[in-house]
């Protein structure tokens, strides 16, 4: 049916039980714990572990380029089990160079929590469980960590002209973090 | 966990199997028959149907004021099966106000079609099924149509201020139309 009638494919494809994209153009980034110097409080917890484990990898579609206003990116992003020290693994998180674009999550599978930040330094976070929605309000840092025993996957929409500033969580950090206490993840 | 340690529930939530959402804030369309007269080409079928068919519904969470820039809006459609005459049940469809907008849908369950068309009346289909993702660019009317026997469902992103214009499919129209020949659906 693909070129019959000008009905074509979608060049496109979310897996809904894993959460993973595949098709055309499908970007990937993986992050190793190796990468991730500095982004858990307990360094000498990170030292003692394999740099070459996996802690997320993010896939993403552009169907157009980086930059375009009005446009729109979906993305697909795994965080793994594991611990820093009592710290969960996460995203390393960021801010939006356009700074008032907004970011939408939906969760696949897996149960984490969304850590946000205002550019005052508010922080708070929201649970994420399986069909559970998130808006990311512009101006709001965010990141993600799995506070479970399985992968944590959901689902991305943001502007194509957002942008990412890293920068600014390397360099002032979130003021808060999520770590477990008393077998519950808590943010401290 | 909800009120422990700063930790907040989202207030929406996707149910992955059929696409529903609910939660705080949900607002929901539908549309029957009996109110979309002119949308299909066959009126004497259209006139002969009961008009408190359900056509379909949209549900979509505005986390931020309609117009915001930056921000985004999240959506679910279920359109059901059915036909007026041999062209099927379909989406009034929409180009943005605010032109350069674009859109993103993602199909969870069902078989449909989902009909684009430029300014310049070029149009052209992409198959929906469980799980293929489309991107809607800027200054692209869409609209959605069922060609199976089940309710079609798909989730879709767009940005606040994209604005609906309903005005220019209906006055022009989309030049071609989604009808069943020889047993399968055809642009016509």
């Given at each position: 049916m693909s070129n019959y009638c000008d009905i074509k494919h979608s060049p496109t494809f979310v897996d809904w039980s894993t959460g993973f994209l595949t098709g055309e153009g499908i970007e990937e980034s993986v992050k190793k714990l190796g990468e991730l110097q500095g982004l858990f409080q307990d360094d000498s917890a990170w030292r003692s572990m394999d740099p070459g484990t996996v802690v997320y990898r993010v896939q993403f579609w552009r169907p157009v380029k980086d930059g375009t206003a009005g446009g729109l990116f979906w993305g697909a992003t795994e965080v793994r089990p594991g611990r820093v020290g009592d710290e969960f693994f996460m995203t390393h998180g960021h801010f939006h160079l356009n700074p008032?674009?907004?970011?939408?999550?939906?969760?696949?599978?897996?149960?984490?929590?969304?850590?946000?930040?205002?550019?005052?330094?508010?922080?708070?976070?929201?649970?994420?469980w399986p069909g559970s929605v998130h808006y990311i309000p512009g101006r709001t840092g965010h990141r993600v960590a799995n506070v479970g025993a399985e992968p944590?996957?959901?689902?991305?929409?943001?502007?194509?002209?957002?942008?990412?500033?890293?920068?600014?969580?390397?360099?002032s950090g979130f003021p808060k973090r999520l770590?477990?206490?008393?077998?519950?993840p808590c943010l401290v």
């Open positions: 008032d674009r907004a970011e939408l999550y939906a969760t696949i599978r897996g149960s984490g929590m969304l850590l946000l930040m205002t550019e005052d330094g508010e922080t708070w976070a929201e649970t994420m944590l996957v959901f689902v991305a929409s943001w502007p194509s002209d957002a942008g990412h500033d890293y920068e600014r969580v390397l360099t770590v477990l206490r008393n077998g519950a």
